[in-house]
């Protein structure tokens, strides 16, 4: 914890959607010039942010604000707090964020931010007086027109309350300046769940064009945090069969299937998957191994590589996390013949409702939950149509259609308004 003393070093998420960038512009002869420009952020922020701790010490974190692309309008992303923050991952979300806004035809670009800290390590006071001073380094550069934070790894609606207050301190009222609020600062209703109603939305979807039925369908989780556990309780609510689900330090297993609101309790409770009843504690290895018709990564990225990807038996991978699946991996899960929904669509729910969100705000006037859900589900599966149509013509996988039809949109906007604004 504390001060980092950084030497920049590519990251491996940076190595992945490069990767994938550079498939899907191939694909559609992008010009080289916008193919250079589209690859860089428009701006990167790197702030040090002196921290007094509760028992008096002085501690500096590095914090980032990396804004990938405004060319289809305001900058938008979450902010992650996590001890492997680094440049290079910032960099990667913050690209994925103008793609992935872009697929699903909501009028953002992207960018992400997060500070290198452990939040397990702060108390709540903490966390506050960080988020607050991190505010305060970044706030000329954020705003509702320009860019607009919302929740990510270890974020959560507190501290997206604290961001709002803190800007409003300083520029006036401005609730639409981050998204995934409590709905008593006005938030919107359904922002918490969205991810993982949309994941549930397209895993749906998938399992239909797939001929199989959603009832008794068996579905491994990696991960409990947000979008995880909604994502697992939306789909056992369809009548899907949670068999295993994971934390950071490892996961439960029941082939028969596992009550999954009383395993969201149990983790509230103890912090631990550890001693839930009726299940095998097993390894993020094995949970990512287990029979399964459908796998769900939803935490962290660059989970499935090529050495573990041979190993996974799932047959339809949704991935709810960011850049969870290296092209290795990619490789041999196609050729397996799993099916692959990309995380470019997979977990764009959260910030589809986050504009939502973002419109409520801006005219002052709250949907009723009903109106959410619907249009989320319209937005995911218009998007998802789109997508298909677009790989099936071009005979590509879905994630080489989602990127080359996000370089598409981005580019064009960039020609129309010209380059300064990239
Ligand atoms: P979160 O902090 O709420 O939860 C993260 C979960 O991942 C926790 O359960 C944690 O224990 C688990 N985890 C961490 N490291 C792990 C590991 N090595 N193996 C297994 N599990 C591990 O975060 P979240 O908001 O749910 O985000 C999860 C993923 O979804 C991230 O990739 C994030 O970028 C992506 N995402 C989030 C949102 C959102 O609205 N929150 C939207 C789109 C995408």
Same mark, same amino acid.
């Given at each position: 914890m504390g001060f980092v003393d950084e030497t920049y070093k590519r990251a491996e998420s940076e190595r992945i959607i490069n990767y994938h960038f550079d498939v899907a512009a191939g694909k559609i002869n992008l010009d080289h010039a916008m193919w250079e420009l589209l690859k860089m952020p428009f701006r990167e922020i790197k702030v040090h942010i002196? $921290?007094?701790?509760?028992?008096?010490? $002085?501690?500096?974190?590095?914090?980032?604000?990396?804004?990938?692309?405004?060319?289809?309008?305001?900058?938008?992303?979450?902010?992650?707090?996590?001890?492997?923050?680094?440049?290079?991952?910032?960099?990667?979300?913050?690209?994925?964020?103008?793609?992935?806004?872009?697929?699903?035809?909501?009028?953002?670009?992207?960018?992400?931010?997060?500070?290198?800290?452990?939040?397990?390590?702060?108390? $709540?006071?903490?966390?506050?007086?960080?988020?607050?001073?991190? &505010?305060?380094?970044?706030?000329?550069?954020?705003?509702?027109?320009?860019?607009?934070?919302?929740?990510?790894?270890?974020t959560n609606p507190q501290v997206m309350a604290w961001i709002m207050d803190e800007y409003t301190r300083r520029h006036g009222y401005t609730p639409g300046v981050v998204t995934g609020k409590p709905v008593e600062l006005g938030g919107s209703v359904g922002r918490n769940e969205a991810t993982g109603r949309g994941v549930m939305f397209i895993t749906k979807e998938a399992m239909k064009d797939a001929g199989k039925a959603m009832e008794g369908a068996t579905v491994a989780v990696q991960g409990i945090g947000n979008v995880g556990a909604h994502a697992a309780k939306f789909l056992a609510?369809?009548?899907?069969?949670? &068999?295993?689900?994971?934390?950071?330090r490892g996961g439960i297993y029941n082939p028969g299937g596992l009550n999954i609101r009383k395993v969201i309790m149990h983790k509230e409770e103890k912090d631990t998957l550890k001693g839930f009843p009726d299940a095998d504690y097993i390894t993020n290895k094995e949970l990512l191994e287990l029979p399964c018709d459908v796998l769900i990564p939803a935490a962290l990225e660059g989970v499935i590589t090529g050495e573990n990807a041979n190993g996974i038996k799932a047959k339809m991978l949704v991935e709810a996390a960011n850049i969870p699946t290296s092209p290795e991996a990619d490789d041999i899960l196609l050729d397996k013949g799993v099916y692959i929904?990309?995380?470019?669509?997979?977990?764009?729910?959260? &910030?589809? &409702?986050?504009?939502?969100e973002w419109t409520q705000n801006l005219q002052a006037s709250y949907w009723e939950e009903d109106r959410v859900n619907r249009k989320l589900h319209k937005t995911m599966l218009d998007a998802y149509g789109i997508l298909k149509d677009v790989a099936a013509q071009n005979k590509v996988p879905l994630r080489t259609a989602a990127y080359a039809i996000a370089i598409e949109k981005v580019a064009k906007a960039i020609r129309l308004r010209g380059f300064l604004h990239a």
């Open positions: 002196p $921290l007094r701790m509760d028992d008096g010490r $002085l501690e500096i974190f590095v914090g980032y604000r990396i804004q990938h692309s405004q060319a289809r309008g305001p900058m938008k992303g979450g902010i992650r707090y996590h001890p492997d923050v680094n440049l290079g991952e910032v960099r990667a979300l913050a690209a994925v964020m103008t793609w992935k806004t872009a697929i699903a035809n909501i009028p953002f670009g992207g960018a992400k931010g997060g500070i290198s800290c452990n939040p397990k390590e702060l108390s $709540l006071a903490e966390q506050e007086r960080l988020t607050r001073a991190f &505010v305060s380094r970044i706030d000329d550069n954020i705003g509702p027109n320009l860019d607009i934070p919302a929740p990510d790894v270890n609510e369809e009548g899907c069969k949670i &068999v295993g689900i994971s934390d950071s929904v990309p995380d470019l669509l997979a977990n764009a729910g959260g &910030v589809v &409702v986050s504009y939502f």
